[in-house]
């Protein structure tokens, strides 16, 4: 029964051998010759289930003179199961936005897990590269904390290149990436051997660093992945590490330097991310200015303005709409031509953006004013979309249900509140409160003080998103003092350089979402 092939009588089978505890007769039903595998798999979920020393103890001297690598496999991501118990819930854990990592809630160490370690660490030590390679990918699915084992997966790494993939998957779900992992990392990053999916990886966990010769390797490589279609949308995953990367605005340099080269796919890649870090409203206020500066500098020269032109059109970006509209007249043939296409795709009516120009601005009105008109004036979606990323609303919240969740969900916004609710949303963030999305206020036993939105909630951290779009992880036993805020981490005056029908625009788009994910 343990075979079968209705999932649910197997997982029945299987949850039934749990709790009767047979140990010995599994063991030994485990230890025979004739056992297939698919019985063996069974066998091995029930034991993976007890957290006793004898089965732990039992796994790993199997695992000693196990012979066969499949079977062997087997045996190792038991004993990875083994290593953590779940501990006890203590009701003050589950929050909003709890840890849904798993394979349990509040990983702790037991009686067995000194010695399930070692054994694993040893085994990682001698393995051959594919079963290291293995042993990697389990240690992080199971959040075992690398410690050892990942030292020992490095030094190997630096002299067995079939190890790379293995460091770049374990690593692509860490939160902390060693200073000795970036060279092994920027090497599986840009190897022209390198799967597709351990490059994705490899992207991804370099984006976690603020080494300039990581994101430089970033730049080259990223062109790559998203040429190819990695498994588990690896290729999307590791675009998104870059666009939302917590660090991006300690880097902003290297895109700058890359961008001015204007030489290639890095470039254009550069220059996007150059034009993201110029029109957003949160985050460090220095790598915005440098980053304007740079586009300053560049628009002057025409093979950076048409690279400049190519990668807003690409990302989207209309934040500056007034000097492409310029451009139409460029001299430079290409320049002009570039120009339209654009205009075309960011969908600027340049006589109507020439006039809005001049129109008065939202900041420079009352409020009920700008709500009064707001009501009466008609917007264009396409337009609000671009304004949506312009004004920063992407740093803080998503709009699709497949993207990683940052602050309040807009996708169905527009079902929930009407216009005028959504427009007071805007320009007054802190009147309404979107629950689990209050400003939190974090006291630190060194003194630190952390404000922003809770992310993640975990039994033993907390990750808290910043009002610059940056994510913290704060040890839940290095807080003194957490309290709620009654006021939304949404700054004020985000729409102040709108007009107001460039606010309808955004409202419009709002309100299109529900229909457009349909």
């Given at each position: 029964v ?10 029945a089978?299987?949850q ?11 063991f ?6 004739k056992?297939?595998?698919s019985?063996r ?6 034991l993976?289930?007890w ?5 732990g103890?039992?796994?790993v001297?199997?695992l000693?003179?196990e012979s066969d690598?499949?079977?062997?496999q087997g045996?190792?991501t ?7 118990v ?10 909003t ?6 394979p ?16 694993l ?5 001698k ?7 293995h ?7 199971h959040r ?9 997966l ?5 002299s ?16 902390e ?5 970036v ?8 190897a ?5 999916a351990?490059r ?5 966990a ?10 430089r ?16 949308n690896l ?15 300690q ?10 080269e204007?030489?290639?796919p890095?470039?254009a890649l ?14 460090a ?7 304007n ?6 628009w002057s ?8 032109l ?10 500056r709409a007034a000097?492409?509209?310029?451009a139409l ?15 075309g ?8 953006f ?9 900041g ?16 264009a ?34 079902t ?6 959504l427009?007071?949303?805007?320009l ?12 939190n206020h974090?006291?630190?036993?060194d ?5 922003g939105?809770v992310?993640?909630e975990?039994?033993d951290a ?15 036993s ?8 009654q006021?939304s ?5 985000l729409?102040?350089g709108?007009?107001v029908r ?6 419009e788009y709002?309100?299109r979402?529900?229909?457009a994910?349909?």
């Amino acid at each position: 029964v343990l075979a079968a092939p209705d999932p649910v009588v197997a997982h029945a089978a299987v949850q039934s051998v749990v709790a009767r505890q047979p140990v010995k007769e599994t063991f030994a039903a485990l230890d025979a010759a004739k056992t297939p595998a698919s019985v063996r798999r069974g066998l091995l979920r029930a034991l993976q289930s007890w957290h006793r020393s004898d089965v732990g103890d039992g796994l790993v001297q199997r695992l000693g003179r196990e012979s066969d690598a499949a079977r062997r496999q087997g045996l190792l991501t038991a004993l990875c199961r083994l290593h953590h118990v779940d501990g006890p819930w203590k009701g003050d854990s589950w929050g909003t936005r709890p840890d849904t990592r798993g394979p349990y809630y509040q990983p702790e160490a037991w009686e067995g897990t000194a010695r399930i370690a070692a054994a694993l660490t040893a085994r990682l030590g001698k393995a051959e590269a594919g079963a290291a390679a293995h042993l990697g990918r389990e240690f992080a699915r199971h959040r075992i904390p690398a410690g050892d084992a990942l030292d020992t997966l490095l030094a190997r790494a630096a002299s067995e290149a079939s190890l790379l993939p293995a460091v770049a998957g374990q690593l692509a779900e860490a939160e902390e990436i060693p200073a000795k992992a970036v060279p092994l990392l920027v090497r599986a990053a840009e190897a022209a051997e390198t799967p597709d999916a351990a490059r994705a990886q490899a992207v991804i966990a370099l984006t976690k660093t603020v080494d300039p010769g990581a994101w430089r390797a970033v730049l080259r490589a990223l062109p790559k992945v998203q040429s190819t279609k990695s498994e588990n949308n690896l290729a999307e995953k590791a675009a998104n590490a870059f666009r939302n990367a917590p660090k991006l605005d300690q880097v902003h340099g290297v895109f700058e330097t890359v961008a001015a080269e204007a030489e290639g796919p890095a470039s254009a890649l550069a220059e996007a991310a150059v034009l993201r870090l110029a029109s957003r409203k949160v985050g460090a206020p220095e790598a915005r200015a440098a980053a304007n500066a740079s586009l300053d500098a560049g628009w002057s020269q025409p093979k950076r303005r048409l690279q400049i032109l190519k990668a807003a059109a690409q990302i989207g970006d209309a934040s500056r709409a007034a000097a492409f509209v310029t451009a139409l007249d460029d001299p430079d043939p290409a320049i002009s031509k570039t120009a339209r296409e654009t205009i075309g795709r960011l969908k600027i009516d340049p006589d109507r953006f020439r006039a809005e120009a001049k129109a008065a601005k939202v900041g420079d009105l009352p409020v009920e004013e700008v709500l009064a008109q707001v009501l009466k004036t008609s917007g264009a979606a396409t337009r609000g979309g671009q304004l949506f990323g312009q004004i920063g609303c992407n740093g803080c919240h998503t709009v699709k249900a497949d993207e990683p969740l940052k602050g309040p969900y807009l996708g169905t916004i527009a079902t929930v509140y009407k216009r005028r609710e959504l427009a007071e949303a805007i320009l007054l963030p802190s009147k309404t409160l979107a629950q689990g999305f209050v400003a939190n206020h974090f006291e630190l036993k060194d003194g630190t003080e952390v404000d922003g939105g809770v992310v993640r909630e975990a039994a033993d951290a907390v990750t808290v998103r910043t009002i610059a779009a940056v994510e913290q992880t704060l040890p839940v036993s290095q807080i003194t003092r957490r309290e709620k805020q009654q006021r939304s981490l949404m700054p004020e005056g985000l729409a102040a350089g709108l007009t107001v029908r460039e606010l309808a625009s955004v409202l419009e788009y709002l309100d299109r979402l529900p229909t457009a994910s349909k």
